[in-house]
C-alpha cells in the first residue's frame, strides 16, 4: 500500500475528511483525528489501547508505538512493508471508534 492507497481508503469512509497540515495528509472525521501521515511510507493510526496491543501483537511487521505515542490511542502503520489488509482493517476500526459518542479528541 502507498500513501495515495490509504489517502483513496481513509477517504472512502463515509463523514471522513481529509486536508493537510505541514504539507502532510490527515483524515478526520467531525472534527476527530482517524489518521494523520508521518511521512511518506508510515502513518498513525487511531487505535483504542486494547485494539492497538491487538494489531501489536497480530501484526508486528505491520505496526509499531513509538515511545512518543505510548501515552497516546494511536499506533504506527508501515505502509511500504506492512500487511495492507491489517492497514485497512485498522483505518475501518479507527473511523469506527470515532464516529462512537464519547470518544476522546487526544490527536498528539
Same mark, same amino acid.
Given at each position: 500500500?502507498? +500513501?495515495?492507497?490509504?489517502?483513496q481508503?481513509?477517504?472512502?469512509?463515509?463523514?471522513?475528511?481529509?486536508r493537510?497540515?505541514?504539507?502532510?495528509?490527515?483524515?478526520?472525521?467531525?472534527?476527530?483525528?482517524v !489518521?494523520?501521515?508521518?511521512?511518506?511510507?508510515?502513518?498513525?493510526?487511531? &487505535?483504542p489501547?486494547?485494539?492497538?496491543?491487538?494489531?501489536?501483537?497480530?501484526?508486528?511487521?505491520?505496526?509499531?508505538?513509538?515511545?512518543?505515542?505510548?501515552?497516546?490511542?494511536?499506533?504506527?502503520?508501515?505502509? &511500504?512493508?506492512?500487511s !495492507?489488509? &491489517? +492497514?485497512?482493517?485498522?483505518?475501518i476500526? !479507527?473511523?469506527?471508534?470515532?464516529?462512537?459518542?464519547?470518544?476522546?479528541?487526544?490527536e498528539?
Amino acid at each position: 500500500m502507498d +500513501i495515495t492507497e490509504f489517502d483513496q481508503l481513509a477517504s472512502s469512509l463515509a463523514g471522513v475528511r481529509q486536508r493537510s497540515r505541514g504539507g502532510l495528509m490527515q483524515w478526520h472525521h467531525a472534527g476527530r483525528l482517524v !489518521a494523520r501521515q508521518l511521512d511518506d511510507t508510515r502513518v498513525v493510526v487511531r &487505535a483504542p489501547f486494547d485494539t492497538r496491543d491487538l494489531l501489536l501483537h497480530q501484526f508486528p511487521d505491520t505496526f509499531t508505538v513509538p515511545a512518543r505515542f505510548q501515552k497516546h490511542m494511536m499506533v504506527v502503520a508501515d505502509l &511500504a512493508e506492512g500487511s !495492507a489488509d &491489517a +492497514i485497512e482493517d485498522a483505518v475501518i476500526s !479507527a473511523w469506527r471508534f470515532q464516529t462512537r459518542d464519547g470518544s476522546t479528541d487526544d490527536e498528539n
